[in-house]
């Protein structure tokens, strides 16, 4: 049967051949790692987060498979904004043929920082700044992340869409808050052009024979299959809280997962630990299985799809 299913989408002013972006953090900013996510697939590529110096990360073990899921605590690993610009820039090149796009995400520890970092980033051109907030707020008594507060999360967003000009902002949020709907709302009233929801969520598993944790840093991010029906409910409440679109991100394995995302409110969806999980196939298998969905529930386009569980 001829395919008529469209994967096109429209996220905000910018244009994806298909609404699957390589999840931050997962294949590092490597332009030849990103470049070989885009042949295989994505619509769009997602740097490692860059922070405003160099990091060296956490000592080994930083990510391991369990039951149902992954736990990583990679310790934010980057070579600083001034040379993450050059690393960009070489992707940019190698991304501009394939018609994939290049989101740049980046964190900090204070909103002058984030601003620091942005005015840094910009000098790449992504084509989207994406806005780990995630990391603890250093000027905060209890070191909160800025996610887990709306005032500290809006203020990141002005400070980044000050010197972002024309390029767009998604702010990326966490999923342990008592009311991802109300930092949301935030963030859209602060300028954020969309909303990546979500990060991973902390979490800690044990090795009993070894009496201890199983990474290094004890604690870390759950992602993969245990954190999908969270962040399905994180994209639900966002989609009900703001106008803004959503890219949903969590535990995205199959073209039915990624589908999952988009009826509960995502118009693009992140893709992370399925490569661990399908290698780096995962971006062609999941589009097929997307359009032996539409084909089968005789759906034409993604816009058909979004929101549509409610
Ligand atoms: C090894 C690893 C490293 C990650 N590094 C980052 C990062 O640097 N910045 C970020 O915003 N999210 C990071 N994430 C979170 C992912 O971008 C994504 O939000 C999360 O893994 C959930 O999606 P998934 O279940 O498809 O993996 C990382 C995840 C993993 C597994």
């Known amino acids: 049967m001829e395919t008529t299913s469209d994967l096109r989408i429209k996220l905000g002013s910018l244009q994806l051949k298909n609404p699957l972006v390589l999840a931050s953090g997962v294949m590092g900013t490597s332009p030849a790692l990103l470049e070989r996510m885009a042949l295989s697939g994505a619509g769009a590529v997602t740097s490692k987060s860059c922070g405003p110096v160099n990091r060296k990360g956490h000592p080994n073990p930083v990510v391991?498979?369990?039951?149902?899921?992954?736990?990583?605590?990679?310790?934010?690993?980057?070579?600083?904004?001034?040379?993450?610009?050059?690393?960009?820039?070489?992707?940019?090149?190698?991304?501009?043929?394939?018609?994939?796009?290049?989101?740049?995400?980046?964190?900090?520890?204070?909103?002058?920082?984030?601003?620091?970092?942005?005015?840094?980033?910009?000098?790449?051109?992504?084509?989207?700044?994406?806005?780990?907030?995630?990391?603890?707020?250093?000027?905060?008594?209890?070191?909160?992340?800025?996610a887990a507060d709306a005032k500290s999360a809006g203020e990141v967003t002005r400070a980044v869409k000050t010197q972002a000009g024309e390029i767009p902002v998604a702010v990326k949020l966490a999923p342990n808050v008592p009311n991802i709907g109300r930092i949301a709302l935030a963030v859209e009233e602060a300028g954020a052009?969309?909303?990546?929801?979500?990060?991973?969520?902390?979490?800690?598993?044990?090795?009993?024979?070894?009496?201890?944790?199983?990474?290094?840093?004890?604690?870390?991010?759950?992602?993969?299959?245990?954190?999908?029906?969270?962040?399905?409910?994180?994209?639900?409440?966002?989609?009900?809280?703001?106008?803004?679109?959503?890219?949903g991100t969590g535990g995205v394995l199959t073209g039915r997962d990624a589908v999952e995302m988009i009826l509960a409110g995502a118009t693009a969806v992140g893709v992370g630990s399925a490569l661990w999980y399908r290698g780096s196939e995962a971006f062609t298998l999941i589009q097929d299985e997307m359009r032996a969905y539409m084909q089968e529930h005789d759906i034409h386009s993604i816009d058909e799809l979004i929101g549509k569980a409610f």
Do not use: Y
């Open 64 to 146: 391991i498979e369990w039951e149902h899921g992954l736990i990583n605590a990679v310790g934010l690993t980057n070579p600083g904004a001034e040379e993450e610009v050059g690393l960009l820039l070489q992707a940019k090149e190698k991304l501009l043929p394939l018609d994939v796009l290049l989101f740049a995400s980046i964190f900090a520890g204070t909103v002058e920082e984030f601003s620091q970092v942005a005015s840094t980033i910009v000098k790449a051109h992504p084509d989207l700044i994406e806005v780990n907030i995630s990391c603890p707020n250093v000027r905060d008594d209890f070191g909160l992340p800025f």
């Open 193 to 247: 052009d969309a909303i990546t929801a979500v990060n991973t969520m902390p979490g800690m598993v044990i090795d009993a024979d070894a009496a201890r944790p199983v990474l290094h840093n004890r604690m870390g991010g759950i992602s993969g299959p245990a954190l999908k029906p969270i962040a399905l409910r994180c994209v639900a409440e966002i989609a009900d809280s703001v106008h803004i679109p959503i890219i």
